[in-house]
C-alpha cells in the first residue's frame, strides 16, 4: 500500500504550503505528496489548489490575473506557525531537494513528467498525470488513487470544483 500525502501534511497545516511540504516529507513510508499548480498573469508557476485564491488566503481573485510579486503579498492563515505565503513550484522543489535527490540516485523514481499538477514525491521524483490548472485526477503516478496519508483531509464537498 502506497501513501501519499494530500496538498502535504493538510489536515494539521495550510494546505500547498511549504510547512504542510516539509511536515508531510518527514512522514516515514511516504511514498509521495501530491500538490496542485496554477499559473500566473506573468507566467509563474504556483502551488495553490484553486484558480482563485479567496479560500486560502486573505486575497480575492483568480490566480491568473495575480503576477507572483502580487501573490506573495498575500497571507495563508497559519495559526500558530510561521506566515505562510503561496510558494512556487521551485520553492517546493528546493524545500524537497534532498529527498527528490535521494529518490533519483536509488534509481525508485522516475522523472518529473509535464502537465499542469505535480507530484512532488517524498523520496521519489515522479509527477503526476494532469489535465487543467485545478483539476486533479487524482491518481499517482503508478495509476492508482492509492490511499492518502494521516496527513491528508476529508472531503465535505463532491469532487469536481
Not at 516529507?25 to 496554477?38: C, M, N, R
Not at 535521494?102 to 507530484?119: F, L, Q, V, Y
Request: aromatic share 4%; glycine share 14%; proline share 5%.
Amino acid at each position: 500500500m502506497k501513501l501519499w500525502a494530500h496538498r502535504g501534511c493538510s489536515q494539521r497545516y495550510p494546505e500547498n504550503t511549504l510547512i504542510a511540504f516539509e511536515k508531510a516529507a518527514q512522514l516515514q513510508g511516504l511514498a509521495g505528496i501530491e500538490l496542485d499548480i496554477q499559473l500566473t498573469k506573468d507566467g509563474q508557476i504556483v502551488v495553490i489548489h484553486d484558480e482563485k485564491v479567496d479560500r486560502t488566503t486573505d486575497g480575492s481573485g483568480w490566480v491568473r490575473d495575480y503576477t507572483l510579486a502580487e501573490l506573495k503579498r498575500l497571507k495563508i492563515d497559519a495559526g500558530c506557525y510561521p506566515h505562510q505565503v503561496i510558494p512556487t513550484m521551485e520553492e517546493v522543489f528546493e524545500l524537497l531537494e534532498e529527498r527528490l535527490k535521494a529518490g533519483a540516485e536509488s534509481g525508485t523514481g522516475a522523472g518529473a513528467e509535464s502537465g499542469t499538477e505535480a507530484g512532488a514525491a517524498a523520496g521519489t521524483a515522479a509527477g503526476t498525470a494532469g489535465g487543467r490548472p485545478g483539476k486533479n485526477p487524482r491518481r499517482t503516478p503508478d495509476g492508482t488513487s492509492g490511499p492518502r496519508s494521516r496527513c491528508s483531509h476529508t472531503r465535505s464537498r463532491p469532487r469536481g470544483r
